[in-house]
């Protein structure tokens, strides 16, 4: 995971690659190592989907994608109650096309449950406030990304500031047209 969060923070492009890989090897590894843990398969999911957003958020590979999906599905099958991987499953959930498998009240419902079990959630957070924008819930979601950038200051998560400063600047931007 330390490569992922690494990754996120990076400033370029290629640095992020570079983490990325890494991670990905590391998760790999782990993975052989002990195909029982939840953990190695959820680090590994996560730096699968980071290649993956690198250029954006649009599904470059179908094989990457089913792939990284394969280990996310693995990680909650050995540990359901694994409140990252909830949390992503719904924030791909939301975003993903229903061809694709997404499903976004389903999403949105294990968003909240994870952020009601873990309220210091940013991520699940964003999510949700990204989901509920999209459905043209902007007040709910202006304050949930409010509650969000909060958190991640107040926690010093340095990996989510600044997607929350980015989110909340767009759904302002947002909320502003639809007045």
């Not at 179908?62 to 949390?87: I, K, V």
């Not at 509650?147 to 600044?162: E, G, T």
């Amino acid at each position: 995971m330390h490569e992922c969060a690494l990754g996120r923070l990076a400033d370029t492009r290629a640095e992020r690659i570079q983490h990325f890989a890494s991670g990905q090897a590391f998760g790999e590894q782990a993975v052989a190592a002990d195909d029982s843990s939840a953990d190695a398969h959820f680090a590994l999911f996560c730096n699968l989907g980071e290649q993956l957003r690198v250029d954006g958020e649009s599904l470059t590979s179908l094989f990457g994608f089913r792939r990284m999906m394969r280990e996310l599905n693995r990680t909650l099958e050995l540990a359901p109650d694994h409140l990252d991987a909830l949390s992503a499953k719904g924030t791909v959930l939301t975003r993903v096309p229903g061809f694709l498998g997404g499903d976004k009240e389903k999403g949105e419902s294990l968003l909240r449950h994870v952020i009601s079990r873990e309220p210091a959630a940013v991520n699940a957070r964003l999510s949700l406030a990204k989901s509920y924008c999209a459905g043209g819930r902007h007040e709910e979601a202006l304050a949930i990304a409010v509650k969000a950038l909060d958190l991640a200051q107040s926690l010093h998560r340095v990996d989510f500031i600044p997607e929350a400063q980015q989110v909340l600047s767009q759904l302002r931007s947002q909320s502003a047209k639809g007045n």
